[in-house]
């Protein structure tokens, strides 16, 4: 689906919108109070907000704290991760690429990429630039390819040939992490430069956003920089950021709502900077021209509360309408780590939120409150009902856990010494598992970020309790052959084969 309705509706409203007028000022005041409380009310650590209109930031503060236990406070230059957020500036770096004529937005992905190789030869064969900014080729979901793992972005593209797609090609919207990894390697080989380096010297610096760094690795001695906090056993703790470097493209980059202010105000004049353009407006157009339809029931469910009937995929950009508005939106999530950004193309507005506590979901309230206010509409309390929500959310996770536990059959014993689950399985698409006796308890070995002990659970079946427990316990059943060997094991769905042994 390539309906151009909305992206040139954006571009006429860009051109023409005015600034927020100076009779429906917004009470900012009112906002900074309710914005306090609610950070208070979600238990987040620390938060940053920007609000822009126009080419005038009329809000950006933050509230608490870089790091439970430390004193430093969160202000509008402290660092966090914008998860995939980062998406639409890889698009954006496509388009602007595209513009000169160094990338074809609608060639084979195997003009760049000649050695990629997908479950599909239809799809190897027919794949474009743009399919992988687009989220619907029919390939699921592949985060276990990077998440937790050390592997590298080759070897995580070269995995993807075992993917199988989950429908025909091009037939349905599924969110694809590795597809952006694969984008980014297309403009590396296109213009001959890092995906960060065309980052950096095409869109931040003349932005003139300074404080926005490509991965993690290069937040390392930087100063400002929030840390991840999630909720472990019952409490809210401080945890080790884990890397998403292995698919920069999707989620790797750090920033401030102080830059991101900026990189509003840019996007919101029609990729103008200084009233110079750094695309054309028919990229600009194609950029927020939708591709694909996005399932209502997969959507966010602050949605479903904000009367969102429609969604669609653009170029790194979910887009619908609320009120009236037409808006432009994204999420980004990464252990202990949360942002989102919501442009209203029609008022040349937007709101940006960073925050450091795993999924963070005041986010959408303090979206869609900045809405209302930027729309001199009515004030709605999104927090409290946001909460509410996601507070039966939570009992609804503990009543499916409790009935997981109570579906265990108890007084069972595994079929096996422990000594004969011991061994190396492997999958060519998720990799190794090894599994070895450690002080009279079976421990698995899943990449670097999944090592922990094997509990008993029934019969054949364990349960991992990770050694990182951010990582929520995970069954790990064995399957055993007809003559009595354990010839494969699963772990949560993946399944991995016993490797042949070497004599």
């Not at 400002?224 to 493209?249: C, F, K, Y």
Request: some cysteine; glycine content about 8%; aromatic content about 10%.
């Amino acid at each position: 689906m390539r309906c151009r309705s909305f992206a040139v509706a954006l571009s006429i409203s860009i051109a023409v919108a005015p600034a927020l007028a100076t009779a429906q000022r917004p009470d900012l005041a009112a906002f900074d109070a309710y914005v306090t409380r609610a950070v208070k009310a979600w238990d987040v650590p620390g938060l940053a907000i920007a609000v822009v209109s126009g080419d005038s930031v009329l809000f950006a503060k933050g509230y608490g704290v870089r790091s439970l236990g430390r004193p430093e406070p969160v202000d509008a230059h402290t660092r966090f991760s914008i998860g995939s957020t980062t998406k639409a500036m890889t698009a954006l770096a496509l388009l602007m690429a595209a513009d000169s004529g160094t990338v074809a937005l609608d060639a084979p992905v195997q003009r760049y990429l000649p050695a990629l190789q997908l479950y599909d030869p239809v799809m190897t064969r027919e794949m474009t630039v743009r399919d992988l900014l687009t989220h619907h080729t029919g390939l699921p979901g592949s985060d276990q390819l990077w998440y937790g793992t050390d592997a590298s972005t080759d070897e995580i593209i070269r995995r993807m040939r075992w993917l199988q797609p989950a429908t025909s090609f091009r037939n349905s919207y599924a969110y694809q992490n590795v597809q952006y990894a694969m984008a980014g390697e297309v403009l590396r080989a296109a213009t001959g430069r890092a995906w960060s380096d065309v980052l950096r010297t095409r869109i931040w610096e003349p932005l003139g956003m300074r404080e926005t760094l490509p991965t993690l690795a290069s937040t390392v001695g930087q100063p400002n920089v929030a840390a991840p906090h999630q909720v472990i056993d019952d409490t809210l703790r401080v945890i080790e950021n884990r890397s998403v470097d292995g698919v920069a493209a999707a989620g790797s980059v750090w920033s401030s709502v102080s830059d991101m202010a900026r990189w509003m105000r840019f996007v919101l004049d029609s990729g103008r900077v200084s009233g110079r353009r750094l695309m054309s407006e028919p990229r600009f157009v194609d950029w927020f021209a939708p591709q694909s339809i996005v399932p209502l029931a997969g959507f966010y469910p602050a949605a479903q509360r904000a009367g969102v009937h429609r969604v669609t995929y653009g170029l790194g950009w979910f887009l619908h309408s609320y009120a009236g508005d037409e808006v432009a939106m994204h999420t980004g999530s990464i252990d202990g780590m949360s942002a989102i950004i919501g442009l209203l193309p029609g008022r040349r507005a937007g709101v940006y939120v960073l925050a450091n506590r795993d999924h963070a979901e005041l986010r959408h309230a303090l979206m869609y409150r900045a809405f209302d206010l930027l729309a001199g509409r009515p004030a709605r309390d999104w927090s409290g009902e946001l909460l509410t929500l996601f507070d039966g959310f939570d009992a609804q996770s503990r009543q499916a856990q409790s009935a997981r536990v109570a579906a265990r059959v108890t007084g069972t014993q595994p079929s096996l010494p422990l000594d004969r689950y011991a061994g190396t399985f492997a999958d060519s698409l998720n990799g190794t598992v090894r599994v070895s006796v450690r002080d009279g308890a079976l421990h698995a070995a899943w990449g670097v970020g999944f090592t922990g002990p094997l509990q008993h659970w029934h019969y054949d079946s364990f349960m991992a309790r990770w050694d990182d427990r951010r990582n929520p316990p995970t069954p790990v059943s064995f399957v055993l052959d007809v003559a009595g060997r354990i010839a494969e094991v699963r772990v949560g769905q993946a399944t991995f084969r016993r490797a042949a042994s070497r004599n």
